[in-house]
């Protein structure tokens, strides 16, 4: 689900393809933010889904979409329920269980009036909401709490509001979220929280992981009471997703190495080991989908090859002379781009070449869910389902039937043959 900062709210943009997210973990009790720059890419519109996946993201705070100005998506509703939203001139608010979380973007090109008028927005709508709330984005401006040498003039207006609102700076350390070639990295990517909930913010880091932008995406965890249920996980393997060649090769493989002992036994070991190899586990649907539907082996390997050079960028721009590392790191993030968008191709033509020969197949089931998403079925006694039940569809008694006495041969009138050609 999204909540996009522009003239008309609309959902623009949601997962593709039926790629389930990751299953919460059981014993985690926290909700897991990432606040995402897309510095307006076209490739980190790509790689959200995936970094979502891998990180197992509840809630995302987005600045600089592709297409838009600031963003909330929530990608699974069932485990980070929103009660309502809102949205103001550079912001846009949503109220997830207890919290409020406001996403903004205050450009640079602003002069500092409309700076400051944007900024009396965003408080104004704190101050009218109250409660938990965290403020984060790319406020384009430093100071020194969060990390920077100095404190400029919107910064220091940053500061204001905040300490006015009751709120601190979450941003632990002074790595850069911001860093663009040839330039000194710089940190305009915050995250404010409550005076009094700050104690709940956990885990605040800076990820190291191309994502297609400049900015680095920033992820932090919100301590929680409450706890989500969960779907039953389910034991076994995917049979969908058997590789049947593999299956026989490690059965015979196995069976040529056994020696003696119990042959049950020394069986069943052999068939779980060969099922292992051949087709992943079955689990949960969400626990499912660790990839994004593009995502390769080729794509996954490129982008260790991006942040592999970056670090080797920043490394020489300590030195001074960085103009080979410079051209490998363009290099690296061009062939990345253009892996992306060819198996993004190939997939939506296999998916359009399934769907006239299985109608019914994949790109029905899409359809079919992006239409209507399915709500968590309540847990319910026995008792309680049999009178819903009962209500819904209450019980009828059987009444007779009316029958009509037949006609009889001589009461019914003979018709003429002037009759019979006039009705021809």
């Given at each position: 689900?999204?909540?996009?900062h522009?003239?008309?709210?609309?959902?623009?943009?949601?997962?593709?393809?039926?790629?389930?997210?990751?299953?919460?973990?059981?014993?985690?009790?926290?909700?897991?933010?990432?606040?995402?720059?897309?510095?307006?890419?076209?490739?980190?519109?790509?790689?959200?889904?995936?970094?979502?996946?891998?990180?197992?993201?509840d809630?995302?705070?987005?600045?600089?979409?592709?297409?838009?100005?600031?963003?909330?998506?929530?990608?699974?509703?069932?485990?980070?329920?929103?009660?309502?939203?809102?949205?103001?001139r550079?912001?846009?608010i949503?109220?997830?269980?207890?919290?409020?979380?406001?996403?903004?973007?205050?450009?640079?090109?602003?002069?500092?009036?409309?700076?400051q008028?944007?900024?009396?927005?965003?408080?104004?709508?704190?101050?009218h909401?109250?409660?938990?709330?965290?403020?984060?984005?790319?406020?384009?401006?430093?100071?020194?709490?969060?990390?920077?040498?100095?404190?400029d003039?919107?910064?220091?207006?940053?500061?204001?509001?905040a300490?006015?609102?009751?709120?601190?700076?979450?941003?632990?350390?002074?790595?850069?979220?911001?860093?663009?070639?040839?330039?000194?990295?710089?940190?305009?990517?915050?995250?404010?929280?409550?005076?009094?909930?700050?104690?709940?913010?956990a885990?605040?880091?800076?990820?190291?992981?191309?994502?297609?932008?400049?900015?680095?995406?920033?992820?932090?965890?919100?301590?929680?009471?409450?706890?989500?249920?969960?779907?039953?996980?389910?034991?076994?393997?995917?049979?969908?997703?058997?590789?049947?060649?593999?299956?026989?090769?490690?059965?015979?493989?196995?069976?040529?190495?056994?020696?003696?002992?119990?042959?049950?036994?020394?069986?069943?070991?052999?068939?779980?080991?060969?099922?292992?190899?051949?087709?992943?586990?079955?689990?949960?649907?969400?626990?499912?989908?660790?990839?994004?539907?593009?995502?390769?082996?080729?794509?996954?390997?490129?982008?260790?090859?991006?942040?592999?050079?970056?670090?080797?960028?920043?490394?020489?721009?300590?030195r001074?002379?960085?103009?080979?590392?410079?051209?490998?790191?363009?290099?690296?993030?061009?062939?990345?781009?253009?892996?992306?968008?060819?198996?993004?191709?190939?997939?939506?033509?296999?998916?359009c070449?399934?769907?006239?020969?299985?109608?019914?197949?994949?790109?029905?089931?899409?359809?079919?869910?992006?239409?209507?998403?399915r709500?968590?079925?309540?847990?319910?006694?026995?008792?309680?389902m049999?009178?819903?039940?009962?209500?819904?569809?209450?019980?009828?008694?059987?009444?007779?039937?009316?029958?009509?006495?037949?006609?009889a041969?001589?009461?019914?009138?003979?018709?003429?043959?002037?009759?019979?050609?006039?009705?021809?």
């Amino acid at each position: 689900m999204l909540y996009l900062h522009s003239r008309e709210q609309e959902r623009c943009w949601t997962p593709p393809w039926d790629c389930a997210l990751p299953q919460r973990d059981k014993k985690r009790k926290a909700m897991k933010i990432l606040q995402a720059n897309m510095h307006r890419s076209r490739t980190a519109n790509y790689l959200l889904h995936q970094i979502v996946l891998e990180n197992q993201i509840d809630v995302v705070i987005i600045s600089e979409q592709y297409t838009k100005t600031a963003a909330i998506w929530i990608p699974d509703p069932t485990t980070a329920p929103h009660r309502s939203d809102k949205k103001g001139r550079c912001h846009v608010i949503t109220q997830i269980r207890n919290w409020t979380i406001f996403s903004c973007y205050l450009t640079p090109s602003d002069d500092i009036q409309t700076f400051q008028t944007k900024l009396e927005d965003i408080e104004d709508n704190a101050r009218h909401i109250g409660g938990n709330l965290i403020i984060a984005g790319d406020f384009n401006s430093r100071a020194q709490e969060w990390g920077m040498p100095s404190t400029d003039s919107r910064g220091r207006r940053v500061l204001n509001m905040a300490a006015r609102t009751g709120m601190l700076t979450a941003n632990v350390g002074a790595t850069p979220t911001f860093n663009r070639v040839g330039n000194v990295g710089t940190i305009p990517d915050i995250t404010l929280v409550t005076e009094n909930c700050a104690h709940k913010i956990a885990d605040w880091k800076v990820l190291d992981t191309y994502n297609g932008s400049d900015h680095c995406y920033i992820m932090f965890d919100i301590s929680e009471n409450e706890v989500t249920t969960l779907a039953p996980s389910r034991k076994g393997w995917n049979a969908n997703r058997l590789d049947k060649e593999m299956l026989i090769r490690e059965i015979d493989a196995r069976l040529n190495r056994q020696r003696g002992g119990d042959i049950i036994s020394n069986n069943m070991t052999t068939i779980r080991q060969a099922c292992n190899a051949a087709m992943p586990k079955m689990g949960n649907r969400r626990r499912q989908g660790q990839e994004a539907y593009w995502w390769t082996q080729e794509i996954k390997a490129l982008r260790e090859t991006c942040i592999k050079n970056r670090r080797r960028l920043t490394r020489a721009r300590r030195r001074g002379i960085f103009t080979e590392e410079e051209s490998q790191f363009k290099k690296s993030k061009k062939d990345l781009n253009i892996a992306i968008r060819k198996s993004k191709t190939e997939k939506w033509k296999r998916l359009c070449n399934d769907v006239n020969s299985d109608p019914w197949g994949l790109g029905y089931k899409i359809v079919m869910k992006k239409l209507r998403t399915r709500n968590p079925t309540p847990d319910l006694e026995e008792e309680q389902m049999d009178q819903i039940v009962k209500t819904l569809f209450p019980a009828h008694t059987n009444s007779t039937a009316r029958t009509t006495p037949p006609i009889a041969e001589h009461q019914i009138e003979l018709f003429t043959e002037d009759e019979l050609l006039k009705a021809t």
